[in-house]
């Protein structure tokens, strides 16, 4: 099997490790992995933003950059959701450019739903020794409607204890744009969700979206917190430093 690596602006500026890791466990499970130097941004902040027009202008890009994939997977739960729900509605239906983000969105996946779903792993070797909680990200729960396939691998992890979060599919707080424009909105929900976490007695917070991870990551710095967050990607490839 051969997939076309979908990196992400987050993951690319901010987390190439999450990438990185989501390819190795690729690699391990015999799947090629080739990555479009094309590829920039989804369009998801413009178009969160109501900004059509410019969402548009980078979507044509995205399309562009994928359009002879067969198989296209992400590390992210958000861009996902807008590559394969919202991408196809910034065109207009019946035109060439509306088609082709139809046939694009249908061959999109979540790095989880993928390895679950498509390739039906659920344990791909790895070893954590270590209790995690889980957060369920909004687009990737909401939008994709992905909720089992991240435990299920959670649970093929040898010595992983895994303890169902409080309130785990309550908003972090992040939200894009969001985060932004209401601070002080966005920092009061992600100490909600942090005190839920510290409840569980969880060394690690693991999610699928390096957003919810970067806005929560930060959160953790200033409450001093012992927890740390990180994408599964990470703990399925072995590659937690200390893990």
């Known amino acids: 099997m051969r997939v076309s690596v979908f990196i992400t602006c987050l993951v690319d500026q901010f987390h190439p490790e999450v990438a990185l890791g989501m390819v190795r466990v690729l690699e391990r499970l015999g ?32 399309l562009q950059a994928f359009r002879d994939a067969a198989t296209i ?39 989880s739903e993928f390895l679950v779903q498509r390739m039906g792993v659920t344990d791909v070797g790895a070893a954590f020794p270590h209790r995690v909680t889980y957060h369920d990200s ?11 396939e991240p435990r299920r691998l959670l649970a093929g992890v040898r010595d992983l204890e895994l303890v ?10 992040f939200g894009g744009t969001f985060a932004v424009k209401y601070p002080e909105i ?28 970067m806005h929560l990551r930060g959160l953790l710095a200033r409450r001093t917190s012992s927890v740390r967050a990180v994408h599964l990607a990470q703990i399925l490839a072995g590659e937690v430093a200390g893990g």
């Open 31 to 62: 799947v090629t992995c080739d990555v479009p130097l094309e590829q920039t941004c989804c369009g998801q902040p413009a178009f969160n933003s109501g900004c059509a027009p410019e969402a548009r202008t980078v979507g044509r890009r995205f």
């Open 138 to 148: 909004c687009h990737l729960l909401r939008e994709l409607g992905i909720h089992d």
């Open 73 to 111: 997977v992400a590390p992210s739960g958000s861009c996902t959701a807008m590559a394969k729900v919202h991408l196809p509605s910034l065109f207009e239906p019946g035109t060439p450019e509306h088609t082709e983000a139809q046939s694009i969105a249908a061959r999109v996946h979540e790095f």
């Open 186 to 213: 966005s920092a009061a929900m992600g100490g909600d969700k942090l005190a839920n976490v510290e409840a569980t007695g969880a060394e690690f917070l693991v999610a699928n979206d390096t957003g919810c991870l």
């Open 164 to 173: 169902e979060l409080t309130a785990s599919d309550t908003c972090c707080g």
